[in-house]
């Protein structure tokens, strides 16, 4: 079983609906970080957190560290959203990232 | 600069070439990734260095891969003797690593390696 697991892990919306994308994780971690990658572009960080909940425009990311999970939420969503979403952990023993398989998102017009 | 800085964006070898790939960290950043990326595929970790300590290469596929860093700034990554297998982007990433904490990742745009 992997350490960290992403779901879905494809997913197609239309435009304006809710999103949710969750991520689990088996480790101690000291924070978990989320991630977006477009088709054929570059890799950008959404958000860093280790408690709680923060929210960035229309992206929500919270965490459950006694579930040892975290969801990343977007509203009103829009095909420009479409991306990779990736999840990573950082162990609370080490340095260490270890990286979700990623969520496919397309959001169709 | 401002970002993750990588050179070359591109780079077109012939097999059994050696290649050398370059990261300018965002300054400042003690923490440093190499990670590689097949088409379609996730990221695949490298290597790691973090300010003066001995760097994490646990990640290097062969001994045809090595990398180097300057201090807290400029890394290379080098592939000897290039593969197809090795066609890839190459992925650079930097923190500010304080208190145990890795802290927010900054990705450069990558290096496309294609060997022929």
């Known amino acids: 079983k992997n350490e960290v697991e992403q779901s879905p892990q494809n997913l197609t919306a239309q435009e304006g609906e809710f999103i949710t994308i969750n991520c689990s994780y088996s480790v101690g971690i000291s924070a978990l970080h989320w991630l977006q990658q477009h088709p054929g572009g570059g890799i950008v960080s959404l958000f860093m957190?280790?408690?709680?909940?923060k929210k960035h425009g229309r992206l929500i990311a919270t965490i459950n560290i006694q579930e040892k999970h975290s969801s990343l939420h977007i509203t009103a969503s829009h095909p420009r959203d479409s991306a990779v979403y990736i999840c990573?952990?950082?162990?609370?023993?080490?340095?260490?990232?270890?990286w979700g398989a990623g969520t496919k998102l397309i959001i169709k017009p | 600069g401002a970002g993750v800085s990588q050179s070359p964006s591109n780079k077109v070898t012939e097999k059994g070439k050696d290649v050398e790939l370059r990261c300018d960290p965002i300054s400042g950043h003690t923490a440093l990734y190499w990670y590689r990326q097949r088409l379609g595929q996730g990221l695949e970790f490298l290597i790691y260095f973090q300010g003066n300590s001995a760097p994490d290469k646990s990640g290097l596929p062969s001994d045809r891969f090595s990398a180097e860093r300057t201090g807290e700034s400029v890394s290379t990554l080098t592939i000897q003797r290039t593969q197809q297998e090795d066609s890839a982007v190459y992925l650079c990433a930097s923190s500010h690593y304080r208190a145990g904490i890795t802290g927010e990742l900054f990705f450069g745009e990558g290096s496309r390696l294609t060997v022929l």
């Open positions: 957190l280790s408690s709680g909940k």
């Open positions: 990573a952990v950082e162990r609370d023993s080490n340095y260490q990232l270890i």
